[in-house]
Every structure is written in structure tokens, then in C-alpha cells.
């Protein structure tokens, strides 16, 4: 469990880290656009500076599979989402994006639940599942990043006709975004199972005649234009916090249901999780 809340913490670190000099590099480069992502991508690669934050959230990405391997997919989700405290510190002190009233009683109340969520572990109590049935994660997975996809083409459309209506805010982007990383979270927790319960020769041929991996390709190839287009657009402390709490929400309903995990059975322990990962939702 500690290992857990180390690497969870860890990972919000190199997230945050890597969200903030990818930031600070977009400003730099020529106007992305989702619509033509092999250019994106070719303008993306030729930025040092991107391809620091790349490997941050690579780095991220590695201690997240840690995270998956000893905690429960609800109790993750909810250290995760604790990662909004740095990252808008660091968005006030790096990019210069100062912070309201409101986001510093954020900070507050995250750290709260950051108590309430490690008060909530403990060894050796709930399982922890390694996969899920392909069909009832199909299920959940595929309608969500088509509403994903769908939610950002509808934003995109909105965006080049700012004569006839308002255009979007970063909030449709982040809740788009989310919507796609949520469906990532799942694959990415489906893939530490792969290799927490077999040696990475036998893990590989079993991943590749499961779901897991073809969609955390697909989902990364999405989330990377996307994300990066949208982030070029709007404050990253916009962006970022919403487009995790979105993820969170949908990783712990969905991962809950696809990978039939329990919430804690002792009350105190069930309030102190649900209640941490509530306080934490609740600060957007």
C-alpha cells in the first residue's frame, strides 16, 4: 500500500511536470489543428522542449502501471487527482497563470482528500483485479471515446463559427479529452495486470489477443493531438484539472463495473474513500 501511494504521488509529479513544459513549448510553436494531425505531430517533434514534457509523462505513464499493481482502480483514481495541486502551482509559478481565490481553496480541499483517501488503504483488504471480460469493457470503452471524439468535433465546428454563436470554452475541450484518457486509464490498468501476473514473455502474446493494448494506442494516438491542441488554446490550469477530474469519475465508475473491484467494506474506510474522492471532484 505505501509503495502505492508512493508511486501514485510520483506520478502526479512527473504529470504535472511534463503538462507544464509541453505548455510552456506550445507557446512557442505555429498553430495546431486536430484536423491535420501528421502535421501536429512533425511540428511537436521538432520542440526539445515538448519532447522533455513527453518523457515526464512517459516516466508518468510507467509509475501509473506501478500504481495499478497494488491498489484497487477507485483508490488510484482518487491519489491521481491529488496531481492538481502541483500542477496548478506549477502552472502559477511556470506559465505565469495565476491562480483565483477559488483554485487556492482547491488546493485546500485536495489536500483534505489526499488524507482522507491514504487513510482509506489498507494491506491486503480488497482485491485487486487484473483483467476484465472484453465485452462488458468493450461496452463501456467504445461508446465513451466515440463521445469523446464527438464531443470535440462539436467544440472544433463551434470554434470556426465564432460569427454565429459563442465559441466553445476550454471546458468542452477538457471534458472531451477526459472523456478519452478515462477510456486510457482502463487499458493502462488492463496492461499492469498483463505483466503483474506473468513474466513479460508470456504477458506479451496474452496482451496482444486482448483489448488493452489496441486501445491504449488508439486512445494515446487521440489524447496526444487533442490534448495538445487543446492545451495550446487555454490555461493549462483549465485544461488539466478538468480533463483529470473527468477521468477519475469515469475510471472509477466504469473501472469498478468493467473489472468488478469492491469499495471497502469496513463503513469508515468506505466514507474516508468516497468521501476523498467526492471532496476532490467537487473542487472543479
Known amino acids: 500500500m505505501v509503495w502505492g501511494v508512493a508511486a501514485a504521488l510520483l506520478a502526479n509529479v512527473l504529470y504535472s511536470t511534463g503538462f507544464v513544459l509541453e505548455k510552456r513549448a506550445l507557446a512557442g510553436l505555429p498553430p495546431l489543428s486536430a484536423g491535420r494531425p501528421g502535421r501536429a505531430v512533425l511540428l511537436l517533434a521538432g520542440s526539445p522542449l515538448w519532447l522533455g514534457g513527453a518523457v515526464a509523462l512517459a516516466l508518468g505513464f510507467a509509475a ?23 500542477l496548478l502551482l506549477l502552472s502559477s509559478v511556470v506559465l505565469g ?36 471480460p472484453a465485452g462488458p469493457l468493450l ?28 465559441a466553445p470554452t476550454g471546458v468542452v475541450y477538457a471534458v472531451a479529452i477526459g472523456l478519452v484518457y478515462g477510456v486510457s486509464s482502463l487499458a493502462i490498468k488492463g496492461v499492469s495486470g498483463h505483466l503483474a501476473t506473468a513474466g513479460l514473455g508470456d504477458a506479451v502474446p496474452a496482451l496482444l489477443v486482448s483489448p488493452y493494448p489496441y486501445l491504449l494506442l488508439l486512445t494515446g494516438a487521440c489524447g496526444l493531438v487533442l490534448s495538445q491542441t487543446a492545451l495550446q488554446r487555454c490555461r493549462a490550469s483549465l485544461i488539466v484539472p478538468v480533463c483529470t477530474t473527468v477521468t477519475c469519475v469515469f475510471g472509477v465508475a466504469a473501472g469498478t463495473v468493467a473489472f468488478g473491484e469492491p469499495l471497502p467494506q469496513d463503513p469508515l474506510r468506505l466514507v474516508l474513500c468516497l468521501g476523498g474522492t467526492a471532496l476532490a471532484l467537487a473542487v472543479d
Open 139 to 166: 461496452a463501456l470503452c467504445l461508446p465513451t471515446l466515440a463521445l469523446g471524439l464527438w464531443l470535440y468535433g462539436t467544440a472544433e465546428r463551434r470554434a470556426r463559427r465564432r460569427s454565429d454563436r459563442p
Open 97 to 132: 497563470e495565476r491562480l483565483t481565490a477559488g483554485e487556492r481553496r482547491g488546493l485546500a480541499v485536495i489536500g483534505v482528500a489526499l488524507l482522507m483517501m491514504v487513510a482509506s488503504l489498507h494491506d491486503g483488504t480488497e482485491p485487486i483485479a487484473r483483467t476484465a
Open 64 to 86: 501509473q502501471l506501478a500504481v495499478y499493481r497494488v491498489l484497487p482502480i477507485a483508490a488510484a483514481q482518487g491519489l491521481f487527482v491529488t496531481g492538481l495541486v502541483l
